[in-house]
């Protein structure tokens, strides 16, 4: 097995290890700020539909003046923040916002099964802010966002605490038996933004094939420009030393033609050495010719 065989595996061996190793870092780096990208922007359109409830809160519910017979949705917080997101969700097709309560005014805000554990996890745990995890659909992984929906102004409980007190056009709407019996620093649901794991998935693994073509095109520039060097600075002058020292130990040239076994010694490296090194040799080996043939 030649000296660059030998080198081309151990190279091999090298660039196998490096390459497994930033493919496992790289794919698990990936798809970690893939989720945490997702989930900024999940809490980005949180926040936003917290602004429109506080904006809905202080410039338009004291504004909608309710009539007796017909029930404004427009003047509830809930109703539009979630109209809101839904105008965003034409760009934004793949995130769904949802103000799920265990027991909503509006039947369209009804926790599903597995919104009302999430709510039931802010209500058993009070120190819990924010929640966050995968789920299965029948489309495949899903992530989550939630954060807990807590009464913490007493003017909602002007239209939730009973039907009495409640503005008779919205018992009208959507009956007596539904959105009563909230008390104040109740948790009564969650926000919940969700989106579809196969869209960071999607992403990440799109970084991932692009990062393992450019690694894998870098080392195999690195193997050909490698390979040059080692046959330019040493595989060649490895050669040319071990022929002349062929020639020189087989007796095939003349004393004319050992002048032209003199190798090259410039440079300080091994190979340079090497060849000092076969020079005195051969130098001494034509002097004890010559006094050989003296005697």
């Known amino acids: 097995m030649g000296l660059r065989l030998k080198f081309n595996l151990a190279l091999l061996v090298v660039f196998a290890i490096g390459f497994g190793a930033s493919a496992y870092v790289s794919y698990n780096l990936l798809q970690r700020n893939a989720r945490e990208e997702v989930l900024r922007n999940a809490g980005l359109m949180m926040e936003a539909a917290l602004s429109m409830r506080a904006y809905t809160v202080g410039h338009v519910r004291e504004r909608l003046a309710q009539k007796e017979d017909e029930f404004l949705p427009e003047s509830v917080p809930a109703f539009a923040a979630t109209e809101m997101m839904n105008q965003l969700r034409k760009k934004y097709a793949d995130y769904a916002y949802k103000e799920a309560a265990l027991n909503p005014t509006n039947p369209r805000d009804k926790a599903a099964s597995w919104e009302a554990e999430i709510v039931n996890q802010f209500r058993d745990d009070p120190g819990l802010s924010e929640h966050s995890g995968t789920r299965a659909t029948d489309s495949g992984p899903s992530l989550f966002l939630a954060r ?29 038996d539904k959105g009563f019996g909230w008390n104040l620093n109740d948790v009564i649901g969650a926000q919940i933004v969700s989106v579809p794991m196969a869209l960071p998935i999607a992403n990440a693994n799109h970084a991932f094939r692009t990062f393992m073509l450019s690694l894998s095109a870098v080392f195999a520039a690195l193997f050909i420009i490698l390979n040059l060097m080692l046959y330019f600075l040493i ?9 002349a020292a062929d020639r020189l130990s087989a007796g095939r040239t003349s004393s004319a033609d050992q002048s032209h076994l003199e190798l090259p010694e ?30």
């Open 148 to 176: 807990p929906f807590r009464i913490k102004d007493a003017a909602c409980l002007a239209c939730h605490s009973t039907p009495e007190v409640a503005p008779v056009s919205m018992v009208k709407l959507y009956g007596a």
């Open 235 to 243: 595989v060649r002058p490895v050669r040319r030393v071990s022929a």
């Open 266 to 295: 410039s440079g300080k490296d091994e190979v340079a050495l090497l060849a000092r090194s076969f020079n005195r040799m051969r130098q001494s080996i034509e002097n004890l010719v010559k006094v050989a043939d003296h005697h």
